[in-house]
């Protein structure tokens, strides 16, 4: 069954950067594109960007442009997410969000990873 | 790009009721690129709709989504308790982006 299995819950101080890890099996990994996705506390959900696990190609929503970087590394099946100068509106809950394809919706998530900011 | 916007921010029924939950785009939205999420305390999000109207395999059928254009709604036909959540339309143009969201709550 498809699954996806993100890093642990992380601390990081203001400035500071933070990667989350996104193990992906029970499919192809390079079939389908992969999203990331946050929600802060008590807000709503907050598209971020892609990348694609067959050629590394990325885009990434305005908003974070030049703060994010998506990697992925096809040999473990893992996507990362690292976001950098981090401050305190930055806690949230991180998703990674497989892409379904046809209709670009997600149809599998992982179970997120809280980071919280905080000095 | 498509702003989502949801009503109501909040709906307060009771099991056995019907439920409507709206999402209007800012502009038109391809039918096929439009979702619909449910979120429970402490879970990712579920896709429940895509395509504006087909369910996703497992959700039951009192579940129904329809619309087209810059309308579109999300019907519960018999609320089960299992149903009170909160509720997302996600739509696909040239980037992602969601609703703020419904909370549907036990009246």
């Known amino acids: 069954q498809v699954q996806l299995v993100q890093s642990g819950a992380e601390v990081k101080k203001p400035g500071a950067s933070v990667r989350v890890s996104c193990r992906a099996s029970?499919?192809?990994?390079?079939?389908?594109?992969l999203h990331w996705v946050r929600q802060a506390p008590g807000q709503g959900l907050e598209w971020m960007g892609w990348?694609?696990?067959?050629?590394?190609?990325?885009n990434y929503a305005q908003k974070f442009q030049g703060r994010v970087t998506m990697t992925r590394d096809r040999s473990i099946s893992t996507a990362d997410m690292e976001l950098s100068r981090l401050r305190s509106d930055d806690t949230a809950v991180y998703y990674c969000?497989?892409?379904?394809?046809?209709?670009?919706?997600?149809?599998?998530w992982g179970q997120g990873t809280l980071v919280t900011v905080s000095s | 790009e498509s702003v989502l916007t949801q009503s109501p921010g909040t709906l307060s029924l009771s099991p056995g009721e019907r439920a409507t939950l709206s999402c209007r785009a800012s502009?038109?939205?391809?039918?096929?690129?439009l979702a619909w999420y449910q979120q429970k305390p402490g879970q990712a999000p579920r896709l429940l709709i895509y395509?504006?109207?087909r369910r996703t395999t497992g959700i039951p059928d009192r579940f129904s989504g329809s619309g087209s254009g810059t309308d579109f709604a999300l019907t519960i036909s018999r609320l089960e308790p299992e149903d009170f959540a909160v509720y997302y339309c996600?739509?696909?143009?040239?980037?992602?982006?969601f609703g703020q969201g419904t909370k549907l709550e036990i009246k």
């Open positions: 969000a497989r892409d379904s394809g046809a209709y670009n919706n997600f149809d599998y």
């Open positions: 029970g499919y192809t990994f390079t079939g389908y594109y």
């Open positions: 990348i694609n696990p067959n050629s590394g190609a990325t």
């Open positions: 502009e038109s939205v391809s039918s096929s690129y």
């Open positions: 395509g504006a109207s």
């Open positions: 996600q739509q696909y143009g040239n980037s992602p982006t």
